[in-house]
């Protein structure tokens, strides 16, 4: 009895449940109606942006759609669509599961082969299959009702099926229709056979994790095991308090047990846009960002039998539905992806849209995105998006993967940005590791927080900023160090020739937040009611004006910045509510004046950004010009240099000075002068007639009505005048040179030599007489320079003096080694010509008359020698030109074979060519031969006046010159060089001048002439370039060896006649080693000579001053040459002076 009441009262129960039901369904159909418009037409729009290849803007769309869709063709075109824009954006897993999720919900669904590509039609068929594969395998038991009771549910509807079930089948059957968890007592407690339903065994480390299926919070916490699970694909979100919330994608079996396992990570804040490099400015607005991630992806473990979703594997997050759903509406990708796509903002790195610390934009982010990226990873950028997540979202940690931007049509995310759970983060400076102030002592986790740099903050490269949660202060983040500067007053107003002080209840600064010019201005500091704060300063001059721009941002004609003059407010100087940048200007007179610029509040309220700006003040004189130099008791002496010295105000560029004898103009002393305040007269005119009535006047040149006159003042007539040197002149160490003098006047008959390099004394001769000439060898104490010069002055009166022009000292070159004599057998020497060095420091030597060539180790220890009279191959007829190329082959001039030859470093013959005559490649007496380092090969055809250029196999390339005396044309040229350039020098003996040319023979420049001065030459034979390409040329009858700039100009010479050591009786060839050693074939000597600059690094302090004296050298004895038959090697050009 009680069992049948129990079962009538259910069925009462049943019945009310299920009309209730059928109202329901009876209003939906209405209500979607509306909704499938919708899908409709987001599907379309979808489809649209698809066809623009605006792919995950179309994904969106479908995601909209999916939410409102609710037939089953209106869910699986969805479906369908997604999957077809996932596969366009080259996510296949993606797409194959919409796919899949398509196939499910409408197994008949096909498509048209023609519209799509091979691989998806490939794909869909593959999936199909499956699909069909997967449904007979789980097909479940139907439950069969009567036919006429079928045919009734048809033209009742829905809820009257669900009635129509309770009637005939009872309670157990309604609870299968509504899918209810209701037990029949022949299954597992939901109306359906055990067989259908699986479980998920959830793990996690730590344990004690929320656990939520497909969205819905199961009430469970890890580890534990899910059971009842329906088969197919489901989530898991797992959530604890300080750790990433993490999604897991399982696919479960109808009577399996699917196992996940998964580490939780902890959070880590990290700081962005504050690299090495970033430089703030105190009292600067910046925006401070951060992000907020896990340190690394989770681990997930599958047991066997169970499916587990492959972009697990690849470290792949999702959102949940409802994190999916706060991201959907607020439709944010689609106008975040377009705006990314226009921007033209491309940082350093490559990256898009990278902008100022004091902007809220987008920031680019690169890197390649992967396949595991779903469609609900749809991100905002700004913090309200994120906060709008976190009101909507139960977990403490959500993952959030950035915005990525569009590159090449893919997408490109660069990470994860997770959201702490705890709401709030603190915010501190650190300068070192050393504390320095909080910015913020709680403020609202949104990745953005908006500071005033603290003005009062020290410069420094060391600042840091981190970030920390309030709620657990192991979790922070730290930027790199980046840099803090301050403006000072004087850059910020951009005038440093004042002198600025601030002051009152807060000091002004310099911010770059607010300016009118050049970055930056001045601000009034932070005052509170009744407080003030001001800047000032003191101008003198006058007459003139002080022109500055301020601004002010403050409550209306109550708080005001004013401007004072000596304590004075200056009426109408005084602004107030919001003034922008406006310039005022004051006029001053002559004097010192106290200048001030006031903010002021009242005692309440504040309006703006209550402060005042002050920037570019300048002070404005008129122009005048005041004489301080010279005055009446100056003394000048004619002859001498002579100081004139002003000051002026206001804008003259340029003076003039005039010197006067009373009022009567003597000489315009410098016609335009830049208005520097100084002037030196280099010399005071000796023709000028002695007075004491002199005056000085200097006046603006572009109106003469500026001036002013100096106090009269006394010239007078004794001089000293430096003949020599001059300006021209360049010294050697090592050199002999006279310097010399002329005085006038009451000059004593001793005077003072002083030798200055620039201001500095470093040499000196006392009481010398005063004779005019003091003749100098130069030693080594001396650097090399283009500031020397020389000072004679009156030995009594040192304010009688003259001085040289400037000129140059250059280093000379000593004697370091020699080897040979005269005689045939190994290392002597008969008539040595040339000589050559190759990479390894041996030196060739071409021995003339013994006719053959020697090859010695750089300090002159023989090694072998080659060649003998005759004109076989390796024989020679006085060779005389020899050079070596970069891989040691040596090539030699057969001077009376008319040829050249080629050997190996050892003396093997290699190849020759020439012969005697004029045409191309034949010679007529050639001497001279260089190779330039591409292995060009040029000879001095020195009997047919020209240069023939070969390659290293002796092919004709080119030739150029004939016989004369103009640009190109030659008389006799015995010696030739090639520099690194691949410049050609010539010596042209018989024009006593080397001659430049480029490679192809043109004409360069040209430099020399007869003589024995400097660069002037008797018989210049040899010639060589160093690794720095200066030139040194053997100046053969004046028996020395003179060195030259790539462009003639002479440096030094060192050498004279005679057969000591560093002594030459005619030099002829030589050339530079690569550690700077000069060789050098003392032909008369019979030997070979060693050259090295001198070393100065032994040489005294330029404070310690040295004594010099005058040189009493060893007279020189004529010149004498042997009396040798040269035939055939004639030693003189055939029109010898």
Request: aromatic share 12%; net charge negative.
């Amino acid at each position: 009895m009680n069992h049948d009441i129990f079962q009538s009262k259910l069925l009462i129960i049943s019945v009310i449940f299920l009309f209730i039901l059928l109202i329901s369904s009876d209003v939906l159909p209405k209500n979607n109606v509306s909704a499938q418009r919708d899908v409709d037409r987001l599907i379309r729009e979808g489809k649209d942006l698809y066809k623009n290849g605006e792919y995950r803007e179309a994904i969106v769309k479908f995601l909209e759609a999916k939410d409102l869709a609710r037939t089953r063709e209106e869910i699986s075109e969805v479906y369908f669509n997604l999957s077809t824009a996932y596969y366009a954006s080259n996510q296949s897993v993606e797409a194959k599961q919409h796919l899949q999720k398509s196939l499910e919900t409408l197994p008949e669904r096909t498509i048209d082969a023609r519209y799509y590509s091979a691989d998806f039609v490939e794909m869909f068929n593959e999936t199909k299959a499956e699909s069909i594969k997967l449904k007979e395998k789980e097909k479940r038991p139907i439950v069969k009702a009567k036919p006429a009771v079928e045919k009734k549910v048809k033209k009742g509807g829905g809820g009257l099926l669900i009635i129509l079930g309770v009637l005939v089948l009872g309670g157990g059957a309604a609870a299968f229709l509504l899918g209810g968890k209701g037990s029949d007592g022949g299954g597992n407690g939901n109306g359906t056979p055990a067989a259908v339903y699986g479980s998920i065994q959830v793990l996690s480390s730590p344990t004690g994790a929320q656990v939520f299926l497909d969205g819905s919070d199961t009430g469970s916490t890890t580890n534990t095991t899910l059971t009842n699970v329906s088969p197919g694909s489901h989530t898991v979100d797992l959530v604890m308090e300080g750790y990433e919330d993490d999604q897991v994608f399982v696919s479960v079996t109808a009577g399996q047990t699917a196992t996940v396992s998964v580490t939780l990570t902890e959070p880590t804040i990290t700081v962005l846009e504050l690299p090495i490099g970033t430089v703030w400015t105190t009292g600067e607005g910046v925006e401070i960002k951060w992000g907020v991630s896990g340190s690394g992806a989770s681990q997930a473990v599958v047991s066997t039998g169970a499916g587990l979703d492959p972009l697990i594997n690849q470290g792949g997050r999702a959102l949940s539905r409802f994190q999916r759903r706060s991201f959907q509406e607020r439709r944010f990708l689609r106008s975040a992806l377009k705006e990314r796509r226009s921007s033209e903002d491309v940082d350093s790195y490559g990256n898009r849209g990278m902008l100022s610390s004091n902007t809220s934009e987008p920031q680019g982010i690169s890197g390649e995105i992967s396949s595991s990226v779903k469609e609900g990873d749809i991100v905002h950028e700004r913090a309200k998006d994120i906060r709008d997540i976190k009101r909507n979202s139960r977990v403490g940690i959500i993952n959030a993967p950035v915005v990525p931007q569009i590159s090449s049509g893919k997408f490109r995310p660069s990470g994860d940005i997770r959201v702490l759970g705890l709401s709030n983060v603190k915010i501190d400076l650190y300068k070192g590791s050393t504390f320095n102030q909080t910015i913020v002592s709680s403020t609202e986790n949104d990745g953005s927080y908006l500071w005033t740099v603290d003005p009062s903050l020290a410069d420094g490269t060391d600042y840091k900023v981190r970030i920390l949660s309030t709620s657990d202060s192991s979790v922070y983040g730290e930027s790199d160090a980046f840099e803090i500067n301050s403006v000072d007053i004087s850059e910020a107003v951009d005038n440093s020739d004042l002198a600025w002080s601030t002051g009152g209840d807060a000091d002004w600064f310099g911010q770059a937040g607010s300016y009118y010019y050049d970055g930056d201005a001045l601000q009034s500091g932070a005052v509170s009611d009744s407080q003030l704060s001001y800047v000032q300063t003191t101008v003198t001059g006058g007459p003139g004006s002080l022109n500055f721009y301020w601004k002010v941002s403050s409550e209306n004609t109550f708080d005001n910045l004013t401007f004072y003059v000596d304590g004075v407010e200056v009426p109408n100087y005084q602004i107030s509510g919001e003034v922008d940048w406006e310039q005022k200007t004051y006029s001053i007179g002559g004097g010192s004046y106290l200048v001030k610029w006031e903010y002021k509040k009242d005692s309440s309220l504040s309006s703006g950004s209550d402060c005042g700006w002050l920037d570019k003040v300048e002070l404005i004189l008129d122009n005048t010009i005041t004489i301080t130099n010279p005055t009446s008791s100056t003394t000048w002496t004619k002859g001498n240099p002579a100081d004139i010295t002003w000051t002026s105000t206001g804008s003259i560029t340029n003076v003039k000075i005039d010197l006067y004898k009373g009022i009567t103009l003597q000489e315009t002393i410098i016609s335009s002068t830049a208005n520097d305040g100084t002037y030196t007269w280099a010399t005071v005119n000796s023709t000028l007639a002695d007075g004491t009535d002199y005056k000085v006047r200097v006046s603006s040149t572009t109106d003469s009505g500026v001036y002013d006159e100096s106090d009269a003042f006394t010239i007078e007539g004794r001089s000293i005048t430096v003949t020599s040197p001059t300006s021209a002149d360049i010294w050697s160490t090592g050199q002999l040179v006279n310097v010399t003098w002329t005085s006038s006047g009451a000059v004593s008959n001793y005077v003072d030599l002083d030798v200055y390099k620039g201001t500095t004394l470093v040499g000196y001769a006392s009481s010398i007489d005063n004779d005019g000439i003091f003749s100098w060898l130069v030693d080594s104490f001396y650097v090399e320079g283009t500031d020397y010069k020389i000072r004679i002055s009156d030995d009594t009166d040192a304010s009688i003096y003259g001085e040289s022009g400037i000129f140059t000292l250059n280093h000379g070159y000593e004697y370091v080694h020699q080897w040979g004599s005269y005689g045939s057998v190994d290392a002597l020497f008969d008539d040595p010509c040339d000589v050559a060095v190759d990479s390894s420091g041996n030196v060739y030597v071409t021995d003339s008359t013994n006719h053959r060539i020697q090859k010695f180790t750089s300090d002159g220890t023989f090694l072998i020698n080659w060649g003998s009279n005759g004109s076989g191959d390796g024989q020679f007829s006085f060779p005389y030109g020899v050079a070596v190329d970069s891989s040691n082959y040596v090539y030699v001039v057969d001077y009376g074979n008319h040829r050249v030859q080629k050997f190996t470093s050892g003396g093997t013959y290699v190849t020759q060519w020439g012969s005697n005559g004029s045409g191309d490649g034949q010679f007529f007496y050639p001497q001279g031969i260089a190779v330039d380092n591409i292995g060009y090969v040029y000879v001095c055809d020195a009997g047919n006046d020209r240069m023939q250029k070969f390659t290293s196999t002796g092919l004709f390339v080119i030739k150029w010159g004939s016989y004369g005396s103009g640009d190109g044309q030659f008389n006799y040229s015995t010696g030739i060089a090639v520099d690194s350039n691949r410049y050609v020098y010539v010596a042209d003996q018989g024009n006593n001048r080397i001659q430049k040319f480029y490679s192809d023979g043109t004409f360069a420049t040209k430099w020399g002439s007869y003589g024995s001065g400097d660069g002037q030459f008797d018989y210049p034979t040899g010639i060589a370039v160093d690794s720095s390409n200066n030139v040194y040329v053997s100046d053969s009858f004046n028996d020395r060896i003179q060195k030259f700039r790539p462009d003639g100009t002479w440096v030094t010479k060192w050498g004279s006649f005679g057969s000591l050591d560093g002594e030459f009786n005619w030099p002829e060839g030589l050339t530079v080693d690569s550690f700077g050693y000069v060789y050098v074939s003392d032909f008369y000597n019979y030997r070979i000579q060693k050259f090295q600059a001198i070393d100065t690094s032994s040489s005294l302090s330029l404070n310690s001053p040295r004594i010099i004296k005058s040189y009493l050298g060893p007279i020189k004895s004529s010149k004498t040459r042997p009396n040798k038959s040269r035939t055939p090697l004639t030693r003189r050009p055939r029109n010898k002076k």
